[in-house]
């Protein structure tokens, strides 16, 4: 077991793991620590802590110190010269026509390098643009290209429900969210209902997915027969995933009802389960088609030995060769004679254009001219 520090960059952002050395820390604590990017300014989100050392990616690095005062104010101050930077870089973005939209600004404590976050359709060649920074700010410039909810996570924003986006108020990853998600909770498929801000699926389907999975697990499917305490069944209409209350059609002789039960007053047997059974016996017994096609080949009298599909008789492998050698010298003389037949129509294709060739010399057929002999003839 390691004894570890979680600590957090900025508000939702994602949470490191960090020794806390000797020093005494507890949640809320500012603290200074140094990450691939520099040295950082962050604050404790929880106790000092063992884990599993397997959870842990090394190397482990620890924190520098507790923030004080002036760290803080440092900190402050970055905050405001985020902010005048953001408006250059605009500035500057527009100046040269870049397709780019600008998002956030962010400086390390140190203030040794200035990060730019924006969004873009698909490649943009910001060189000359970051040589403009560079020469601007006097410190390293970097762009980052993020996608849709990396940008609703900066920007912030509130959902259908009213409340603030999660991503930008608690959750520190993004986990993968799939329709399937929709279909268990009973909602409706419409994009525009499950669609976020950021046009993705809503974040809080996945949150919500394990309850849903257990609810679900306790209620019977629409279409199911079930029984109450008193033996009275009837069929499942509707149910209400989040009250655990199941909607049942009962019909008592000619009359028709609708009574609402609570999850743990009825007993079903899914109509799934039993669809699953039938279909395992239907797979154990042979269709009627292939018990008929079973009985015709019974049927059928059986070919004496040696006799092939046909009655075509199968011949000895010495016959067989026997008779190839008898029909050797009859192949080799038809292809000669392809072969003489061949050289003939050649010989006569030449013949043809040597004559040719000869009666243009003689005169007997125009030749062609150039249109630049008759030209000087005509001078």
Known sequence: MVKIICVRFRTAGKIYYFAPGDIELKKGDNVIVETARGIEFGTAVSDIMEIDEKKIVSPLKTVIRMATAEDVKTEETNRTREREAFKICLEKIRKHELEMKL?????????????????????????????????????????????????????????????PLCCHTFLADFSPVSIKMAKEQNLSLNPTKISGVCG?????????????????????????????????????????????????????????????????????????????????????????????KDNEKDKEPEKPQGQAAGNKEKKNPAQEKQDRKKNQPEVKKERKQSEQNFKNTKDNKEQKNQRKRHDNQRGGKPQRRDKAEDKRENR
């Open 103 to 163: 998002i956030d600004a962010e400086y390390t404590f140190d203030g040794n390098k200035l990060l730019f976050y924006f969004t873009a359709d698909g490649r943009i060649d910001f060189r000359e643009l970051v040589k403009d920074l560079a020469s601007v700010f006097r410190t390293r410039i970097e762009l980052r290209q993020i996608g849709v909810r990396d940008e609703t996570k900066i920007l912030g924003g509130y959902g259908i429900c009213g409340r």
């Open 200 to 292: 993705r699926l809503m974040c809080c389907l996945q949150n919500e997915e394990e309850t849903y999975e257990y609810l679900n697990k306790r209620l019977p499917v629409v279409g199911d027969i079930v029984t109450d305490k008193d033996g009275v069944s009837g069929e499942v209409q509707s149910v209400n995933i989040l009250r655990q209350l199941v909607k049942v059609l009962v019909q008592e002789g000619d009359d028709k009802e609708l009574r609402e039960y609570k999850t743990d007053d009825i007993t079903f047997q899914s109509h799934k389960k039993k669809n699953n059974n039938t279909n395992n016996n239907a797979a154990n017994t042979p269709a009627p088609k292939e018990k008929e």
